[in-house]
């Protein structure tokens, strides 16, 4: 089957930098994705990593090692909005198909 | 603006009691899918649509009927609902690697 597994929640200080994993057993993925959805709210994109190595967008980075069959999250400088659950999901057939993790909850502190 | 909206926001019903829930994006997509969120599992995908007239299983279809007649709209129908079906719904359209989401429809079946 197609699984992926998170943490369910991570704690962190504000200005602090955490990293959220996610591993994965499926077959076929064609890469990983981030969103992030605060409570109450839709989930957004965040980042796309379609090949090994990091990808970095502002305050947030993105990993994935096919490999290992692992990915994760990087958040740097947290603020207090960043508190919202994060979500990994992989994608199959083209882009048709999405697996989403069970997601994060970030909990930021002051 | 470019949006994905979803109506209702809301809905009780009760068992068997034929729904509908709208989604409808402005932005031109062609690809278009259905997710339920419920605690601790994330996103699950129900049905998605490649184009107009083309649609496919996600992970979880069993009770969900969908259409795509046009390309701005994809119903989700749910022809006799249950109380398992009691979820958060989520419509999302998809440019390249990222999906955009609908604002989500809370059903509740008694």
């Known amino acids: 089957g197609q699984s992926l597994e998170q943490p369910s929640e991570v704690t962190a200080v504000e200005g602090a930098i955490v990293q959220i994993n996610c591993t994965y057993q499926?077959?076929?993925?064609?890469?990983l994705s981030w969103y992030q959805q605060h409570d109450g709210g839709a989930p957004t994109f965040l980042s796309y990593?379609?090949?090994?190595g990091l990808e970095e967008t502002g305050r947030f980075s993105s990993f994935l090692s096919r490999s290992d069959s692992y990915g994760y999250l990087l958040l740097q400088e947290l603020q207090m909005k960043d508190s919202a659950s994060y979500f990994c999901?992989?994608?199959?057939?083209?882009?048709?198909?999405?697996?989403f993790g069970s997601g994060t909850k970030l909990n930021v502190k002051p | 603006e470019a949006q994905v909206t979803q109506n209702p926001r809301y809905l009780i019903t009760v068992t068997g009691k034929k729904l509908t829930v709208t989604c409808s994006q402005n932005?031109?997509?062609?690809?278009m899918s259905w997710y339920r969120q419920d605690p601790g599992l994330g996103l699950r995908q129900i049905y998605y649509?490649?184009?107009?007239?083309?649609?496919d299983k996600g992970d979880v279809p069993e009770g969900y009927k969908v259409s795509r007649k046009e390309k701005r709209n994809f119903p989700l129908i749910l022809e006799s609902p249950s109380p398992n079906q009691t979820s958060l719904y989520f419509c999302?359209?998809?440019?390249?690697?990222?999906?955009?989401f609908g604002p989500g429809t809370r059903l509740t079946v008694l």
């Open positions: 999901a992989g994608t199959r057939n083209n882009f048709n198909k999405f697996y």
């Open positions: 649509s490649m184009n107009v007239e083309v649609t």
């Open positions: 990593n379609a090949l090994d």
């Open positions: 999302a359209s998809r440019n390249g690697n990222e999906q955009f």
């Open positions: 932005m031109n997509h062609e690809y």
């Open positions: 499926t077959s076929g993925f064609y890469g």
